[in-house]
């Protein structure tokens, strides 16, 4: 069986912005290091990495491992006392620290508004330090053909970026799958290609890689801001808010009305919160027994998420802050360089997390996707975000790299976690993911020996 989500009560200031993760042994609370576990692994905690959260935000939510707790301190009610007149100076300053010690920097860019951000902080903080930038970008197109070494050239004229562009081959059988690790199958959405990313940057010398990964769940604007912008007299940002979130007025005036209480209200914010029900993938690519411990798997951790927001009393907003962030994972490395997310770093992402809601929204850019972004839309220069305007999407070569690198997961169907016929299953892209993922894990556990348990 698997065991009951619980957050773990709040400690010590920060606890829930943990750098790396820390395990106990269920039936003796004592510390795990899981360099020394011999085993079992589990397929039913396997299973739970094929819920809707794990697949949209990359997070492990279990270990993998038989009598083994991941501790996950209760996130706090975003308190709203964050200044977000210093959002640069704190981003400036993450990114500095990241950086002490390396003399030669590499910022990973696809062309999009968090990758913007970030590279424009790091060329301030290069140009002051005598530091070395490379720009590393893969040589994807995305689905309206736009290349990507082109529109993070066109970027890096825009900002003023003095730095390197290094193109990095899209052909998925250039690179290997990343190291394997201990804490559970990898949950990148293309895992090669951060193995790439990381052996071109050092190779051109750098021995710090940069992403920008964490953004929209750390800093997009959530939805349910209306009460907020009428309590600041705001009309001309809740004209427009209304405009960009077209949410039912009933869904609206409930929110309005106060935390999140009673089944109707939790009903109908989890409704846009999760669109669908975090387990219903999980049933359809798992065999039927592991499916159905999944879901109900992943009931239990709707409900604990939800208890702990009602417990704080957060409004819908909030609310949707604490969920889109939490469970918390830093990136793990997929090479020898030393990799950091600055947006997820634990004293930036605390201090972030407890900006006023209303401040990640900003009436005054030009596109929905910027407004809802504001405050990295902010970090750019005025008129400089005319590549920006939209989110770029990648389905077309995810497709294909998907195609590259597909298997047969042989040793998840012959240990019954997925059904023979299981490639109807997946709906989405994303679960092709996972399965790979969840595969490439089983075989290195295998390999080194673990016995399996279910």
Not at 30 to 46: D, E, I, N, S
Not at 74 to 89: I, K, L, Y
Request: net charge positive.
């Amino acid at each position: 069986m698997l065991p009951f989500f619980d957050w773990q009560s709040p400690g010590p200031a920060g606890d829930a912005f943990a750098a790396r993760p820390s395990y106990r042994r269920e039936s003796t609370g004592q510390p795990v290091r899981l360099a020394t576990l011999t085993g079992p692994f589990t397929l039913t905690r396997l299973a739970t990495g094929f819920g809707r959260p794990a697949l949209a935000r990359d997070v492990t939510v279990l270990p993998p491992w038989q009598d083994v707790h991941r501790i996950r301190p209760a996130p706090p009610r975003p308190s709203g006392s964050s200044d977000p007149g210093e959002f640069r100076d704190r981003l400036a300053a993450t990114v500095a620290a990241a950086a002490e010690g390396h003399e030669c920097l590499a910022v990973a860019a696809s062309g999009g508004l968090a990758c913007a951000a970030l590279l424009g902080v790091t060329a301030e903080l290069c140009r002051r330090s005598d530091r070395r930038l490379l720009v590393v970008t893969l040589d994807l197109t995305d689905d309206l053909g736009r290349r990507n070494p082109p529109t993070v050239a066109q970027l890096m004229e825009q900002l003023g970026v003095p730095g390197e562009l290094v193109v990095v081959d899209a052909r998925p059988s250039r690179w290997p799958d990343p190291p394997w690790t201990p804490h559970g199958p990898r949950v990148e959405t293309w895992p090669r290609y951060q193995v790439g990313l990381a052996r071109c940057a050092q190779d051109r010398g750098a021995t710090l890689l940069l992403h920008g990964q964490g953004a929209d769940q750390l800093l997009q604007a959530p939805p349910y801001l209306g009460t907020e912008l009428v309590g600041d007299r705001d009309w001309r940002s809740l004209q427009q808010y209304r405009r960009d979130w077209p949410t039912p007025m009933v869904i609206e005036l409930l929110a309005a009305a106060g935390p999140l209480t009673g089944p109707v209200t939790a009903s109908a914010y989890w409704s846009r919160t999760w669109p669908d029900s975090p387990g219903e993938r999980a049933a359809a690519v798992l065999a039927p027994t592991y499916a159905h411990r999944a879901r109900r798997w992943w009931a239990d951790f709707q409900r604990e998420c939800l208890q702990l927001s009602v417990a704080q009393r957060a409004s819908w907003a909030q609310a949707t802050l604490m969920h889109r962030l939490f469970p918390y994972d830093l990136p793990w490395p997929a090479g020898d360089i030393a990799v950091r997310a600055p947006l997820l770093e634990p004293a930036f992402a605390r201090y972030a997390y407890h900006l006023p809601a209303r401040s990640r929204y900003s009436a005054d850019q030009p596109s929905s996707f910027l407004r809802r972004r504001g405050l990295l839309a902010g970090l750019l220069p005025p008129g400089r975000t005319a590549p920006l305007t939209a989110g770029r999407r990648f389905a077309k070569a995810l497709r294909r790299y998907l195609q590259s690198v597909a298997r047969e997961p042989r040793h998840s169907v012959a240990l019954g976690l997925l059904p023979p016929d299981w490639r109807p299953g997946c709906q989405h892209a994303l679960d092709l993911v996972t399965v790979f993922n969840c595969e490439n894990w089983i075989e290195g556990a295998l390999q080194r020996g673990y016995p399996v348990g279910h």
